[in-house]
């Protein structure tokens, strides 16, 4: 593993085994551990983290894609110390400078009229806020969403998620109406966008009534297993989609604030300009902090009501996002995604061209995915295969997500700091485990 001048300080908590238990008995039974063996993470900094008995791994996840620019990064820790020792919670009803300062500050940040924050906590809420404004200013019920997508947990959000997995056996809602899915490796259009769209268009004149509120989008699916939408489908899809008077929803939940490399925002990728971006994740390093950004003429369909959020907008984690924001400016976190991204796949398809189990290597910058398969003709998921990889490489002390419907999928998108060193690692260690199947 590369050398790192960090030495985590002595854990005195309880044992693993403990923690275990009272998780066990006081936690949600619905929640799931990533090993078979679990790992105890009780310290991190920047791209490593560390158990209680010292031992240090390369985090190739980031707290699925949130940790953007670092665990523990001293400036985010700086602002946020600071800020603490000022005043740690009032609400929108008063006046405060670190909300109107970081709404600003993010509002510059985005293209077109794209002008007007709200902040809420999570990125599901995001979704939800995004489409309540979709159908309160186009007056219209009827959303589009992907299959394989994934949007949230809530009872509103559920509704959009394309597979199963994340699906309560429950009603989710009505009006939500899932589109072929553009997979330009699984699809049968493969990377002909605009045939992937001549879906949507079938879905608005046979399931809706000719008129929708919204269309929301990953540019990469995220939880689906990194799976890039094929090249021109969102200009074709966000035209059908505003001529049936509905407006464009760009989930950034995970590709914003340059972590594709070649734009900011992954919406950037498909040369469109959305309506309404959620985001939340990577804008606050960890911290409980998400934000939808809208134009004026759209917000302006919620006025009419009050709209009152108790933790938006709190002033510790609005001085957290401000500090992301310089973080990734000044650290050229965006060229570094580029720059790192690149040899990373450059270097896993070099892996893929030795070991047939890897059926397809994708993604942009530092936001990858390595999918495996028993067979590269049928494309028959190894779900199997990559857990015995997994637990091989965690035990070699990389941390790696996995994801896609099958859980065939290896999610790889460290913090933003990861280096070359760091892929270099990676794919040797990956190597190694795939070679013990």
């Known amino acids: 593993m590369p050398d790192f001048d960090h030495k985590p300080a002595p854990y005195k908590g309880p044992s693993k085994e403990d923690v275990l238990a009272m998780r066990k008995q006081h936690l949600s039974p619905s929640l799931f551990l990533h090993f078979k063996k679990p790992v105890m993470i009780v310290?991190?900094?920047?791209?490593?983290?560390?158990?209680?008995?010292?031992?240090?791994?390369?985090?190739?996840?980031?707290?699925?894609?949130?940790?953007?620019?670092?665990?523990?990064?001293?400036e985010v820790n700086k602002a946020i110390h600071a800020q603490n020792e000022l005043l740690q919670h009032t609400t929108t009803i008063y006046l405060n400078p670190q909300v109107a300062e970081y709404a600003k500050e993010l509002a510059d940040r985005m293209p077109g009229n794209l002008k007007v924050v709200y902040f809420v906590n999570s990125g599901s809420e995001a979704n939800d806020m995004a489409i309540m404004l979709a159908r309160?200013?186009?007056?219209?019920?009827?959303?589009?969403?992907?299959?394989?997508a994934y949007h949230g947990m809530s009872i509103g959000t559920m509704g959009t998620c394309g597979h199963h997995?994340?699906?309560?056996?429950?009603?989710?809602?009505?009006?939500?109406?899932?589109?072929?899915?553009?997979?330009?490796?699984?699809?049968?259009?493969?990377?002909?966008?605009?045939?992937?769209?001549?879906?949507?268009?079938d879905l608005i004149s046979a399931a809706t009534p000719g008129q929708v509120a919204a269309f929301i989008a990953e540019t990469i699916q995220g939880v689906g297993g990194t799976v890039p939408l094929a090249s021109g489908y969102l200009p074709a899809v966000y035209k059908m989609v505003r001529d049936a008077g509905g407006v464009c929803i760009a989930d950034e939940v995970q590709t914003g604030f340059g972590r594709t490399g070649s734009h900011y925002w992954g919406f950037q990728r498909q040369g469109v300009v959305p309506d309404i971006v959620t985001m939340a994740k990577g804008i606050g390093n960890g911290l409980p902090l998400a934000a939808v950004v809208t134009t004026p003429e759209i917000a302006a369909s919620m006025a009419s009501r009050l709209h009152f959020n108790t933790y938006g907008g709190n002033p510790v984690c609005s001085?957290?996002?401000?500090?992301?924001?310089?973080?990734?400016?000044?650290?050229?976190?965006?060229?570094?995604?580029?720059?790192?991204?690149?040899?990373l796949i450059s270097r896993l398809k070099a892996l893929a061209a030795k070991h047939d189990i890897i059926g397809d290597v994708r993604g942009a910058g530092l936001m990858l995915g390595l999918e495996m398969v028993k067979d590269r003709k049928t494309k028959e998921p190894a779900k199997a295969e990559?857990?015995?990889?997994?637990?091989?490489?965690?035990?070699?002390?990389?941390?790696m997500g996995k994801g896609g419907l099958h859980g065939n999928v290896f999610r790889i998108k460290p913090p933003m700091c990861?280096?070359?060193?760091?892929?270099?690692?990676?794919?040797?260690?990956?190597?190694?485990?795939?070679?013990?199947?």
């Open 418 to 437: 990861f280096s070359r060193a760091d892929a270099d690692y990676l794919v040797d260690v990956m190597d190694l485990a795939i070679g013990k199947l």
């Open 165 to 201: 997995t994340w699906k309560q056996p429950m009603p989710q809602g009505f009006g939500y109406h899932h589109a072929l899915n553009p997979d330009p490796y699984h699809g049968a259009h493969g990377d002909n966008g605009p045939a992937y769209a001549a879906d949507v268009a």
């Open 136 to 148: 309160l200013h186009t007056r219209n019920w009827d959303v589009l969403c992907l299959r394989n």
């Open 319 to 343: 001085a957290g996002g401000r500090a992301v924001l310089r973080v990734v400016d000044q650290e050229k976190r965006q060229e570094h995604c580029k720059e790192v991204g690149d040899h």
């Open 386 to 399: 990559l857990a015995a990889v997994m637990e091989t490489m965690k035990d070699e002390g990389v941390l």
């Open 43 to 74: 310290e991190g900094k920047m791209q490593y983290l560390f158990d209680e008995r010292g031992r240090r791994y390369l985090d190739a996840f980031a707290g699925i894609v949130t940790v953007s620019v670092g665990h523990c990064h001293p």
